[in-house]
């Protein structure tokens, strides 16, 4: 689809008010709501899902959470909210009034029977803070940087508000709340803080202790003055105790069993190096024991492999051959998929348009933040992995991050 849209280059940022008033005003003409979380759901994404799901509750709307993930590795069995499996939804799904998408604008993050859904839904609106809008081409807000006046009115108002700027999806709520003049609570504090800590504990912006059970600013975003005054407001709100259990829940590498931590221990014998070592990556190949046993691309090894590629591009393991790296790649099966995932020093927009233009194919994804993103390719044969893996070496090349 071709993309069009408002896009803003001014600078910090808060939503506006006719935009949170006209993104309320269509979801409280709503009697029934689906909020769509991305195919492997993350904190960001369900945290996400959940604030907006209490919020329409107290309004008195009825509404549901599409998920991919499972309820228990993301804590949120006892959440109290309305959980549907993507998977479950039938073809004759009773559609609902307005649709959601939330911490993702683009079809590639959702599978096709999610989709084929949203397609039937009268009202679709949505929050994110991605790249790669292609669910609308048109009615939809776009901004890559903070905004300097915070009275600034963004117009025309629409249906898809994305801030790429944002350090989360819940951040991007805290502003709408605060557009609205919503109080937020302990309970939608602790919700939203969830997952700010855990998309920016990804991004390197957020440190978080699982086992001293503290949660810090980084300087990346002490230097952003929207990101730290929404975490500082919202770690304000709650109690010791609460910052504790956040703190255990994202940072899950500090609870690791033995073959889970020889495992971690493993990836630094795994680097390969290009471009004179600057880039960086570990190949995992389709099928590979070690990884199997694992169980794959679990809440668990994905955190691993996260820390894993922040403390290359950090050099956190004070090694002279990573002196130079300023992009790290992890490639590794996930179930009948293949996978990408990437950290970066410079602007990996100018990968996912150079992959965009040479390869795009229709079964393949690339895309996400300036900073962090993946992909995926639809196939576990390993010669079509390898020859995908070789593609984005390339395309991380010709950018020259």
């Known amino acids: 689809m071709k993309v069009s849209g408002t896009n803003i280059n001014f600078k910090a940022n808060k939503i506006s008010k006719p935009q949170a008033e006209y993104i309320n005003s269509v979801l409280c003409s709503s009697k029934s709501v689906d909020i769509i979380c991305h195919e492997d759901t993350d904190r960001d994404s369900a945290d996400s899902a959940v604030s907006i799901f209490n919020y329409l509750k107290q309004k008195g709307i009825s509404s549901r959470i599409i998920i991919s993930q499972n309820l228990k590795s993301l804590n949120l069995e006892n959440s109290g909210c309305n959980f549907i499996n993507s998977k479950d939804l039938k073809e004759n799904e009773p559609v609902s009034d307005t649709a959601i998408c939330m911490d993702f604008s683009s079809s590639e993050r959702i599978n096709q029977k999610t989709l084929d859904y949203i397609k039937k839904v009268p009202k679709l609106l949505c929050f994110d803070h991605h790249r790669g809008v292609n669910l609308v081409d048109h009615d939809y807000t776009y901004i890559n940087k903070p905004l300097d006046e915070n009275n600034i009115h963004i117009k025309p108002v629409t249906s898809f508000y994305i801030d790429s700027s944002a350090k989360s999806t819940t951040s991007i709520l805290y502003r709408f709340y605060e557009a609205l003049g919503e109080k937020i609570d302990n309970s939608q504090a602790y919700t939203l803080f969830s997952g700010l800590v855990d998309d920016g504990q990804k991004r390197s912006a957020v440190i978080c202790d699982g086992l001293n059970g503290k949660i810090e600013p980084d300087t990346m975003l002490v230097e952003d003055k929207n990101a730290y005054e929404v975490f500082a407001d919202l770690r304000n709100k709650l109690a010791p105790e609460q910052i504790k259990q956040i703190a255990q829940d994202v940072d899950l590498t500090s609870f690791l069993t033995k073959n889970e931590r020889n495992f971690q221990m493993s990836l630094f014998s795994r680097l390969n190096f290009e471009k004179d070592g600057e880039i960086a990556y570990v190949y995992?190949?389709?099928?590979?024991?070690?990884?199997?046993?694992?169980?794959?691309?679990?809440?668990?090894?994905?955190?691993?492999?996260?820390?894993?590629?922040?403390?290359?591009i950090n050099?956190?393991?004070?090694?002279?051959k990573l002196k130079k790296v300023r992009t790290v790649l992890t490639f590794y099966q996930a179930d009948d998929k293949y996978r990408v995932s990437i950290h970066s020093?410079?602007?990996?927009?100018?990968?996912?348009?150079?992959?965009?233009?040479?390869?795009?194919?229709?079964?393949?994804?690339?895309?996400?933040?300036?900073?962090?993103?993946?992909?995926?390719?639809?196939?576990t044969n390993e010669?079509?992995?390898?020859?995908?893996?070789?593609?984005?070496?390339?395309?991380v090349k010709l950018s020259n991050l």
Not at 289 to 298: M, V
């Open 345 to 379: 020093k410079g602007n990996l927009h100018y990968v996912y348009a150079n992959y965009d233009k040479y390869y795009k194919n229709g079964i393949t994804s690339l895309g996400g933040h300036t900073s962090r993103g993946g992909g995926r390719i639809l196939s």
């Open 383 to 395: 010669i079509i992995c390898k020859n995908w893996m070789k593609k984005i070496l390339d395309c």
């Open 315 to 320: 050099n956190n393991f004070n090694d002279d």
């Open 284 to 312: 995992i190949p389709p099928n590979d024991e070690e990884w199997n046993k694992l169980g794959q691309d679990t809440t668990i090894t994905s955190a691993i492999l996260n820390k894993f590629r922040r403390d290359v």
